[in-house]
């Protein structure tokens, strides 16, 4: 799975906005798990500027 580049702000506010850790949103833009808040996170993510990369 591709990673998620967002800025450094953009992942606290998706960590406040999702009410989880800020490692969960970590491992969620890297693509490493595959549950369904990081499907949800990922997708927050790309609606909110964040750019897919290898």
């Excluded at 990673?3 to 949103?25: S, W």
């Amino acid at each position: 799975m591709k990673k998620i580049l967002v800025a450094q702000g953009e992942k606290n506010e998706l960590r406040k906005l999702f009410n989880t850790t800020y490692p969960t949103v970590l491992r969620a833009l890297d693509g490493k798990v595959q549950t369904h808040l990081s499907v949800r996170i990922r997708r927050a993510a790309i609606e909110r500027g964040g750019v897919e990369i290898d």
